[in-house]
């Protein structure tokens, strides 16, 4: 069955500090996409990234990395010197067919 | 940018009550989404349309149903409005070209009293 699975449910860091979100999913399929997603305060779903499953480069953008490794069905991403701007809520999700969502992770960062 | 609009931020209506949750997106994509979001719980998608007049139930499409008889907009019904129907709904689309990403819009928080 297909799953995502974030198991941080709620980080608190201090701005400036790094910070990894988890990303665990099972799939049986060997085509697949990977997503992240941002939802601030106000409500709307933010696309962040895309990966397929035949890319496993890294990829940075600004502050944010992600680091996908298929050995071991993961899919983290990093926050490096955050800050009160990236508090959030941050969603992870699969896509064979149908997108599916992690449970979200509650990032806040504190002046 | 691709816009995903839906029609009400806020919205409080009645048990019992026919209730319509209206979505628009301006990018011509064919696939559109319906979801719900509760805490703890993720999004849960409710119905989907992969073109126009065309639909599918999600994971929990029960109380609901959907209409697509325009490309760019996608609604949803609530058919009798119950208090378990409170949450915030979200709206998304998507080209249907393989591993694009959903568009989404800013959501609706529907109470239902």
């Known amino acids: 069955a297909q799953k995502v699975t974030q198991a941080q449910t709620e980080i608190s860091v201090v701005e400036k500090e790094d910070v990894t979100l988890d990303c665990v999913y099972e799939?049986?399929?060997?085509?697949?996409?990977l997503f992240w997603y941002k939802q601030p305060p106000s409500g709307e779903l933010v696309f962040l990234i895309r990966r397929n499953s035949f890319d496993e480069q890294n990829e940075i953008s600004g502050r944010y990395s992600w680091n996908f490794q298929k050995s071991t069905s993961s899919f983290n991403f990093t926050i490096t010197a955050s800050q009160v701007v990236d508090s959030a809520v941050y969603f992870c999700a699969l896509r064979e067919g149908k997108l599916i969502f992690g449970t979200g992770t509650r990032l806040q960062v504190f002046p | 940018d691709v816009k995903v609009t839906q029609s009400s931020r806020y919205l409080v209506k009645r048990t019992g009550e026919k209730v319509f949750l209206e979505c628009v997106q301006d990018m011509d994509h064919e696939n559109m989404f319906w979801y719900r979001q509760d805490p703890g719980l993720g999004l849960r998608l409710i119905y989907f349309?992969?073109?126009?007049?065309?639909?599918e139930k999600g994971d929990i499409p029960e109380g609901y149903s959907v209409s697509r008889e325009k490309k760019e907009r996608f609604s949803l019904i609530l058919e009798s409005a119950s208090t378990n129907q409170t949450s915030m709904y979200l709206c998304?689309?998507?080209?249907?070209?393989?591993?694009?990403?959903?568009?989404f819009g800013d959501g609706t928080r529907l109470s239902i009293l």
């Open positions: 799939t049986r399929d060997t085509t697949y996409y």
């Open positions: 349309s992969y073109d126009v007049k065309m639909k």
């Open positions: 998304a689309s998507r080209d249907s070209r393989g591993g694009q990403p959903q568009h």
